[in-house]
């Protein structure tokens, strides 16, 4: 099956032949892009052609009648659940049924040419209104909930915008919920998605260009960016990668992630996903570019620097002292998810005489009698933890929180009491979780959990010697990683002063005079100099 | 092969070359604490051996002997003390591992007590090249002489006798009768420069024990020679500035009560002069202390004549604390410990080439004037004295 992303306008250019290569390869159900052709003027042929394709369904619905008193047969199809039926019964049927009978009569019967008109201009009061010739455009457009008309004697068929699906309200957003900021979250409706950034950034120069994604899904796909600020290079990277992979089907913008991302095999994200519309208006403000499909809440930033997931939009909201600590503190968090263990590791297997005498006689009290070396515990309890973290999110929320308190009270409380693992070691791995957690973003989370375990292993067979060269390899490793021509760990390295106004200190708004200096922005002013 | 492999071999190296052979868990170790030399009992030795024998007492914190959270109530010891004989230190450590099952392990070695006999006899250098030369035992190491027998410190009645040894040598602020630390790296440092140095020594009765008083051991044989008593431990300290706090007693020349004197801070400067062939010091210490207790009755803190009366008589208790010092170095000890040489080398670098070698004898024939200020600054939160009786 040779599927493809293309714009929307490309897509129609290859229509025919895209159709003729789908005829050679598929037969039965695949029928439903059948044949290249345009529809007669027999509304039964017509008919018998949807029918063939989606008649079988019973949500396909089919409706048949007469244009008032001219006695013109006529049909609607639609799929029941996807359409707005009360707008289909006051806006189509009546005005077709009864306000064509006024004009029309059996004696002055109108020209297909002068009735398609009249169908476009005076009796259908919609705004979505389009003419089509092909049958595969046609039987997609009414899965998708458009309402087909079909007209005996025209040898085309209207398509009414007709679409109404209930979409989740918008919510603040589960997994970014902040303290002091907007609590608008995106949902699953891409119209919604649109208009929430179109309402935070009426800007003419955000521009959205549309795809469509996914050879089955034919999800819609929008690409933003502010024209005139943002890095032309970077639009027609993304561009590029959007329309180079195929896909049959795209549920999630993960989906999107994965084929655009820059290297697949680097534990870090490469692409930020969000649920908060300020964020991605930030971002596009910064010169990224944002991505957003229809049907996730989720949508895409690039490119992103390592710092980025260690930011969390409350930095700007509150002061900028409070918001630099709370950063400080992330990034501290983020140490320690990946190294804690590790040194505890190598404090207590390798170089004991680095821990304080009298600490080092509690460690040794308290790890008496544990049967297992220093790094079998630890891989037991952060193991262990990692269950209860994976157990307590996939439970419905109720019992979740009761599996999280069972998991790490009762079941630590008695693994020490047991002398299975020793209580200082508990301590290490609940803090090591408690500082996954704090940062912001659950993928990076995720990414710096999973590095901890190869640090743990290093930490385990080389000591402190170990920790350190792993470190210096995920150092090489994330200063070769690049984000869509954007260094990782910039203004880290390559160096940028300016840059690390807004890195690990995020220094006052208005010192912040100019975008980001590594997105190369057409436009750098943020602020005017002189205020 | 191209600049990667040589690279990515090269980086492996760092891998395989390396591994957990140094791995052992913290339980599995004999932690040292505290070790103390003695020269063993004549009874114990062997004829032949008996000139270099050394007694070896390690004080070990060992888990097996740490109370766990199940024997609370059970009172066992929380260390044991290894003790070995022989003519090497290090052969004897290596005798207790073929008595423990895991070996010593000495970075946490923090206080090392040399018994009065064997520093009599023996060159502290020596004594100390086995801690000298590993890198195991650290240079922080503390260095105490012990009156009487080393293995007695560590045999104290406290929770862990180490641990109690250390504390006590950290209240310099509370006490001028302690000598500043000497770690086992200054030591090392003052024997090979052949310096003379004092080391605070400690003395053991019924399973207590005191920090009395200072060792002295003569440079270049680096052996104990003598010993100041506490007043003169003070006087040292006075000389060398080296007080952080503590208290000076004086009688007030008027009454005869009782005058306490909280050190605050004393300053000390030595300025040698060499005039000919005769050397003098002039020694100017300036304290600055508060007064804490007095047993005068009637003494009033705001009248300046009695804060005055007080001065006087702390500037007569420093007098003596210094004469008393000063005789036991000068005259019966002949023993520069508290840095005369130092300043001799600063002021006359020249003259000091020929002085150095016979140091000690020259420091005994100079002359010293003594020049004491004390300054009261502060009577706490206590002027005028009701008195009741």
């Not at chain 1, 892009?33 to 619905?61: C, E, M, R, W, Y």
């Not at chain 1, 996954?436 to 402190?464: H, K």
């Amino acid at each position: 099956m040779k599927g493809q992303i293309v714009p929307m306008t490309k897509w129609q250019q290859k229509n025919t032949s895209e159709n003729q290569k789908i005829e050679k390869n598929d037969s039965g159900h695949q029928s439903i892009i059948s044949k290249p052709n345009d529809f007669t003027t027999d509304i039964h042929v017509n008919l018998n052609q949807i029918k063939q394709a989606i008649g079988h369904n019973t949500d396909v619905i089919f409706r048949s009648f007469l244009l008032g008193s001219t006695g013109i047969e006529a049909s609607i199809v639609y799929v029941d659940g996807l359409v707005d039926k009360k707008l289909i019964q006051d806006q189509i049927l009546k005005s077709m049924i009864y306000d064509l009978a006024g004009i029309f009569s059996r004696e002055t019967l109108p020209t297909p040419d002068h009735l398609k008109d009249w169908i476009n201009n005076q009796v259908i009061a919609l705004s979505e209104i389009k003419e089509e010739k092909s049958l595969d455009s046609t039987i997609i457009s009414i899965l998708s909930g458009s309402t087909a008309l079909l007209i005996n004697n025209i040898d085309i068929i209207f398509l009414l915008g007709t679409v109404s699906f209930k979409s989740r309200s918008i919510e603040e957003p589960i997994t970014e919920s902040l303290v002091r900021g907007p609590r608008e979250g995106f949902n699953e409706n891409l119209a919604d998605n649109r208009a929430l950034l179109r309402k935070g950034l009426p800007d003419p120069s955000l521009t959205m260009v549309e795809y469509e994604v996914g050879q089955r899904s034919k999800k819609k796909l929008l690409l933003l960016y502010l024209e005139g600020l943002t890095n032309p290079d970077l639009i027609s990277i993304t561009k590029d990668r959007i329309e180079k992979f195929d896909l049959d089907i795209a549920l999630e913008s993960g989906y999107i992630e994965q084929f655009i991302q820059d290297d697949h095999l680097s534990p870090f994200p490469q692409v930020q996903s969000t649920e908060r519309p300020d964020r991605v208006i930030a971002a596009l403000t910064e010169g990224r570019v944002a991505i957003l499909l229809d049907g996730t809440p989720f949508a895409l930033i690039v490119p992103v620097t390592f710092s980025m997931f260690l930011q969390s939009p409350e930095d700007y909201y509150e002061r900028w002292i409070p918001g630099s600590l709370i950063r400080i503190l992330r990034y501290l968090a983020a140490f320690a998810t990946v190294f804690l263990p590790s040194i505890y590791i190598s404090f207590i297997s390798f170089h004991q005489g680095l821990i304080p005498t009298k600490l080092a006689i509690s460690i040794a009290a308290t790890r008496e009698g544990v049967p297992f070396p220093s790094v079998i515990e630890a891989l037991l309890m952060e193991t262990a933890i990692e269950v209860l973290r994976e157990a307590g999110l996939r439970l419905p929320r109720p019992v979740g929180q009761t599996v999280g308190l069972v998991g790490g009270l009762v079941v630590g409380e008695a693994a020490v009491k047991a002398g299975i693992v020793s209580p200082i070691m508990v301590i290490i791995v609940a803090i090591t979780a408690i500082s996954s957690f704090a940062i912001p973003q659950y993928g990076a989370g995720i990414a710096l959990r999973m590095l901890r375990f190869g640090s743990m292993l290093c930490a385990a067979i080389w000591g402190l010697y170990g920790v350190i060269l792993f470190f210096i390899l995920l150092a090489i490793h994330l200063c070769k990683l690049k984000s869509f021509g954007v260094p990782y760990v910039s203004p880290a390295a390559p160096y940028s002063i300016s840059g690390w106004k807004d890195f690990i200190v995020r220094f006052p708004l208005m010192t912040m005079k100019n975008r980001p200096q590594m997105m190369h922005v057409l436009d750098d002013k943020r602020q005017k100099d002189d205020v | 092969m191209c600049l990667h492999h040589k690279l990515f071999l090269i980086c492996l190296l760092f891998f395989i070359l390396t591994g957990c052979w140094d791995s052992h868990d913290i339980e599995e170790l004999y932690m040292e604490i505290g070790a103390a030399l003695d020269k063993p009992k004549t009874s114990t030795l062997r004829r032949n051996k008996e000139q270099n024998q050394i007694k070896l007492t390690l004080q070990n914190i060992s888990p097996t002997q740490l109370p766990s959270e199940s024997d609370q109530g059970n009172k066992k010891k929380k260390y044991q003390n290894l003790t070995g004989v022989g003519d090497s230190v290090l052969e004897i450590f290596r005798e207790f591992s073929l008595k423990n099952d895991s070996p010593p392990y000495g970075q946490h070695l923090k206080v090392l007590v040399i018994g009065e006999e064997l520093l009599k006899e023996k060159n502290l250098q020596i004594l100390l090249s086995l801690f000298n030369r590993s890198l195991e035992v650290r240079d922080s190491c503390i260095l105490l002489v012990a009156k009487g027998e080393a293995a007695k410190t560590l045999k104290i009645s406290t929770d862990i006798p180490a641990f109690t040894l250390i504390g006590i040598g950290e209240n310099e602020s509370h006490s001028a009768n302690l000598l500043p630390i000497t770690t086992n790296g200054k030591a090392t440092r003052s024997m090979a420069n052949d310096e003379n140095m004092a080391i605070q020594s400690v003395s053991t009765k019924n399973g207590k024990i005191k920090f009395n008083s200072a060792a002295l051991i003569k440079g270049g044989v680096n052996r104990l020679v003598g010993y100041l008593d506490e007043d003169e431990v003070k006087g040292l300290n006075m000389l060398t500035g080296d007080i952080k706090g503590g208290i000076l007693k004086g009688k007030d020349p008027k009454t005869k009560g009782l005058i306490a004197y909280n050190i605050s801070s004393v300053k000390s400067s030595i300025t040698p002069y060499i005039e000919g062939n005769h050397l003098s010091f002039d020694i100017s210490i300036k304290s600055v202390g508060r007064l804490n207790e007095d047993g005068v009755h009637a003494g009033n803190a705001f009248s300046n004549k009695f804060i005055h009366r007080t001065e006087l008589a702390i500037k007569e208790e420093t007098e003596r604390l210094l004469n008393q010092t000063l005789t036991r170095l000068q005259k019966q000890q002949k023993l520069d410990v508290a840095g005369f040489g130092e300043q001799v080398r600063i002021h006359y670098p020249k003259q000091w080439n020929h002085l150095k070698r016979n140091w000690d004898k020259y420091f005994s024939e100079a002359s010293i004037k003594l020049n004491v200020s004390i300054t009261v600054e502060d009577y706490m939160v206590k002027g005028k004295k009701e008195i009741s009786q």
